[in-house]
């Protein structure tokens, strides 16, 4: 698409210094260069962010594969990893998202449903062995999150409607247009929502974070049932990995 304008901006350029009287055979053509020139920056930064996503997600994936060796995982099983992972760190929409979440949590061996019986969730994850569960609300934000997204509201409308040993948790990949080696050094939550999460005894995480325990999980590094038993018997707000 940038290619395209690029063509058409320099053949707007040429057609202007032609056609065009006076003074504008001069300034058209100048600005369709400056034009060129801001394209061609965002083209470039563009291909280097694709660049740095398709890195990691070919050194990841290398991960997977060692990890994923004893069970000879599938070419199309390798695939459906990639596609996963893309659509987890790098959300093209919230569908794609859910998706990925609920696809994670499969893998991981927790029982998953749509919450049928819910006005408001996304996902239902039961902790096997145990009485517990989560309501997960699954969202995207391409800069931290704040009070005003509307999956906020249905968080709180969840801890209304939930039943018994069932905790609210939201799943959120934040700052979404970030390389992954700048997301760590930005807020991926205001303020104002981390005091409404701690009231109303939400849990939260972020995508990464939520790919790291993955990653661990596979590795054999932890228990993941016992870990998400942890952070289910956590008060509300942001989850900390340091004490999960």
């Known amino acids: 698409m940038l290619t395209v304008l690029q063509f058409f901006l320099t053949v707007f350029a040429v057609y202007s210094a032609l056609e065009f009287p006076g003074g504008l055979k001069l300034y058209f053509p100048l600005a369709c260069l400056v034009a060129m020139l801001i394209v061609s920056r965002i083209d470039r930064q563009k291909s280097e962010k ?5 890195s990691f997600l070919t050194a990841e ?14 070419i199309t099983g390798r695939e459906q990893d990639f596609f996963t992972v893309e659509s987890l760190l790098w959300p093209k929409n919230e569908l794609l998202l859910i998706d990925a979440v609920h696809s994670i949590f499969k893998d991981l061996g927790f029982p998953v449903s749509t919450g049928v019986n819910y006005h408001s969730v996304d996902r239902i994850v039961k902790i096997p062995r145990t009485e517990k ?12 999150a704040d ?3 509307p999956k906020i509201l249905r968080a709180i409308q969840f801890e209304r409607e939930k039943r018994g040993n069932e905790k609210t948790l939201i799943i959120a990949s934040t700052n979404s247009r970030l390389p992954i080696s700048e997301r760590n050094q930005v807020s991926h939550v205001s303020k104002e929502l981390v005091e409404l999460l701690t009231r109303h005894k939400i849990g939260f995480m972020t ?3 939520i790919y790291e325990l993955w990653q661990q999980a596979k590795g054999g590094e ?16 942001l989850v ?5």
């Open 147 to 149: 009070r005003t997204h």
């Open 61 to 74: 994936l290398e991960k997977i594969g060692k990890k994923d060796s004893a069970t000879t995982k599938s």
């Open 50 to 54: 694709d660049k740095d996503r398709k």
């Open 222 to 237: 932890i228990d993941i049932f016992e870990t998400f038993g942890n952070i289910h018997s956590r008060p509300g707000g």
């Open 240 to 244: 900390s990995l340091s004490w999960v």
């Open 133 to 144: 569960a989560f309501g997960l609300e699954i969202m995207i934000s391409e800069k931290e």
């Open 207 to 209: 995508t990464r974070q």
